[in-house]
Structure formats: C-alpha cells, structure tokens
C-alpha cells in the first residue's frame, strides 16, 4: 500500500478513536452529573485534567502497542487484541496514578461508566474498520505490480497466496527463470527480466534462489538503480513458518523461532495482574459458598483427604504441586495413570465435580502463589511429561508459558484422555497456537467458553 493511503487510514483510525474516548468521556459525565452540574466547581478543572490525560495516555499505548498499524496483512482478530491491551494498560495505569497519588476527587461510577462505554465501542471500531479496508482492498485498484525471479521452492507457497488474497495488494505480473519451477506461469529468462520491469514500471521484485548465488547482488543492485522494493523469499525450511520473526543484534538480522508476545515484560505484567485480580474475586465472593459444600461431599463420598496434591510439570518443566478436590478413591496408581471416563477409581461425587470442573477450583490458590495462571497450557503428571516428550513434536514448547486452569485446547475439546499420541498432538498444537497468539481478546474468549462448558458439563475430565 502507497504511504499516503497507509497515513489517510491511520489518520481516521487515530480520529475515530478519540471521537470514542472523548464521546465515552461525556457520557460518562452526563450519566454520572445529571443533577449535578461540574462547571463553576472546583470539580471541573480535575475532570479536564484527567480528559487530557485520558487522551494523551491513550494515543501513547496505542503507538506503543503498535494499533494503528495498518498492514495488509494484519489479521482483524489480531489488530484487535491489541486493541484491548492498550485498553488494559490504560485502565492499570490510571489506578496505579489513583492509588499512588492518593486521589480521590473522582467518582468511581464515573470511571465504570467511561471504561464500560469505551470498551464497548472501541474494539467494534477497531475490528470492523479493519474487515472494511479488508474488502475495500479485495475489490480496490490499488495493487502494486510485482515480478518474481529465481528457482527457490518458497516461490511457489508465496505465488499462491498473492492468488488467494488479493487484499495484501500484490499482483505477479510475471515469472523470470533460468531455471524454472513448477507452478508459476513462466514469463522469460533472468536476461529479459531488466527491460520487462522497466517497460511496465513494475514496483517490487522478489527474488528466491535454491542456492546462494551471485544473482542475489546483481538484482539487489538493480533494484536500487531503478528505485524498486527488492524482497526476498527465504526457504527457512519448515513447515509452518508464520511464527517466525526477525530481530537484530546491532545490524546483525536474527531468525527467531517464533513470536511469544509473553515475553514482553508489559504483556507479563498485564496478565499477571488480571491472574490476580480474577483469582482474588473467586476466591473472595465464591469460595466463601462452595467450598464448604465441596469438601463435605468429598468426606462423604468416601475416606482420605479433602485436597489431591500432585507434583506437575510447570513453567519451564519446573515442577510444582497442585491441588484439586479429591474425585477418586486413595489408590497406588494417582501419579502414573491417567483418569479415563470409565476410570472406577472416581467416586460418584467425584465424576460430578469432574464434570463440571468444580474439582479445580483449590488451583486459584495455585494461581496466587504464582505457580499458575489462569488461562495456559493444562500441566501434566511428570510420567507424562517424559513420556510425550520423545513422541510428540513441540510437545516441551507448551511449558514455555505457564500452566492454566484451562486453555485453548480444553474449549476445543482436547481434554480428558488422551489414549493416543495422536490425541496429544492435538492437544500440543492448541497449546502452541496459544503461546505464539497470546493476546487479553483470546483469554477473554477462553474464559467465556471455559464458563458455558462448566454450566453445560464437560463430556470428558482434564
């Protein structure tokens, strides 16, 4: 995309974002002050200060979290995610100044009602903006003419996905090759490539070579002589290569392995306190009622403990105890067999607090000390972990974020047992999706789903 169109866009973007926050803010106000009028008061000057500051702060994290972003291919999904750590790290912010500052002259349904209003307009905004320009760009004019040259393999994935998205705003208009693969429409030799692009004013030239050749420096020259875009297509020799990202030591570029948005300090820091504040509320306001029940319907279902505790692989295979309401008879086998839905080791009372994941709820205190979070990978028994660890691909991956309560693979119905490898596999890529897409937008959709199984009643038990 031209970079007057990608400036015209983040333009609207950055004044349709403060249209929201400042309509958000009187709003506020209006539900708020309705009796009560703010002007003449020596309430009015610290509700100006703080529009400002609501304005200020906001446009700093979204250049920080990058929300104006408006790539082709950014995925609307993804750009809203974003959106919503933005949205977070404001609402953190203003209470750490609060708290810290010791101010009180603001009225907390003030602040419900502007982050209730925000929130509800900002990430529609955002996402259908985004699926707009998405569609506006399949049936636009707006392409830039591309010329492929080479024989690298990676061509070929990247000549079929120009094809299949014309959103991303390329169009081949031809092939160069001395020696030519399979799948692209030939156009001519490397030779009778030069004058090609300079007759059709062709914008980008991307470049991919089975082998290191010299042919990278002349084409590399020649885009610089004629003021083309030179790009070009890596073979990094993997299957899925969407998670990997470039970084550079000095000027040094550095293929990494895949993008983990929880090792930004910020996105740790973030989710860690809502981890805190979400356990405290359950811990708090639902405890107080279940836990007495709970433990009174273990007892009675049978001898031994309250609580189950078992040592599970954590954060970086560390391991860690967990705790859960005991659903089983006292048995030699807790630590080396896995429960299965016939499993007659589970008490009666035990299949109904597995069915409706009641037996996890001690692991908010899990969650407290740190061990947990409660969204993640669902840690496993240590046999497990040495088991699967020689039979699955990327199965050590899942412990590079730390175990939930529940996770992407359990609202999938990749739960329970898991009889074959196969099953764990598919466990493993779910968990692997979720350290590579992390995002606030995709734990609030696990934590919604997580909620309507627990009504509904989990076929199977994690």
Not at 249 to 260: A, G
Not at 283 to 311: N, T
Not at 434 to 446: G, H, P, T, V
Request: aromatic residues 16%.
């Amino acid at each position: 995309m031209h970079s007057r169109y990608a400036r015209f866009f983040q333009f609207i973007i950055v004044l349709g974002d403060l249209l929201l926050l400042n309509g958000s803010f009187l709003l506020a106000l209006a539900f708020r002050f309705d009796e009560i009028k703010l002007q003449n008061t020596q309430y009015y000057d610290y509700y100006v200060q703080l529009a400002v500051f609501f304005n200020i702060s906001w446009l700093f994290l979204s250049l920080l979290f990058k929300t104006y972003d408006t790539k082709r291919t950014l995925v609307p999904r993804k750009a809203t995610a974003k959106v919503l750590n933005a949205f977070s790290l404001h609402f953190f912010i203003l209470l750490l100044l609060l708290v810290s500052l010791k101010k009180d002259e603001y009225s907390r349904l003030f602040l419900i009602y502007f982050y209730a209003s925000f929130f509800v307009t900002i990430l529609p905004w955002r996402f259908y903006f985004l699926r707009f320009l998405i569609a506006a760009r399949r049936r636009g004019t707006n392409f830039r003419s591309v010329v492929l040259i080479g024989n690298g393999p990676a061509l070929v994935p990247f000549y079929q996905s120009v094809l299949d998205h014309p959103e991303f705003g390329l169009r081949v208009v031809g092939y160069f090759s001395n020696n030519p693969i399979v799948g692209i429409p030939l156009k001519g030799s490397e030779k009778e490539a030069a004058n090609f692009i300079v007759d059709n004013k062709v914008a980008e030239l991307f470049c991919a070579y089975a082998e290191r050749e010299k042919n990278f420096s002349e084409w590399y020259k020649f885009a610089d002589e004629n003021m083309l875009r030179f790009r070009i297509v890596p073979d990094l020799g993997v299957h899925h290569a969407t998670s990997v990202a470039i970084d550079y030591h000095h000027d040094v570029p550095i293929l990494v392995q895949r993008k983990e948005p929880l090792e930004l300090l910020h996105n740790r820091w973030l989710k860690r306190g809502i981890d805190v504040i979400f356990s405290l509320s359950i811990i708090v306001f639902l405890f107080p009622i279940l836990f007495p029940l709970l433990a009174l319907g273990v007892k009675l279902s049978g001898k031994g403990p309250v609580f189950f505790k078992q040592k599970r692989s954590g954060l970086r295979d560390d391991g860690f105890s967990i705790y859960k309401f005991r659903s089983m008879m006292l048995n030699a086998e807790a630590d080396l067999k896995q429960a299965t839905n016939l499993d007659n080791r589970i008490t009666a009372f035990g299949r109904f607090i597995r069915k409706h994941s009641l037996d996890e709820l001690p692991q908010f205190f899990n969650v407290l000390k740190g061990d947990m979070s409660v969204i993640g990978p669902r840690p496993h028994m240590l046999a497990h972990t040495e088991q699967y660890r020689v039979l699955v691909n990327e199965y050590m991956v899942r412990h590079l974020a730390k175990p939930g309560i529940t996770g992407l693979a359990q609202i999938k119905g990749y739960r329970g047992e898991t009889g074959t490898t196969e099953q764990m596999l598919k466990r493993v890529q779910a968990d692997v999706y979720y350290i590579e897409n992390w995002s606030l937008l995709l734990d609030l959709k696990i934590v919604m789903l997580t909620v309507f199984q627990v009504f509904k009643g989990f076929k199977s038990e994690a």
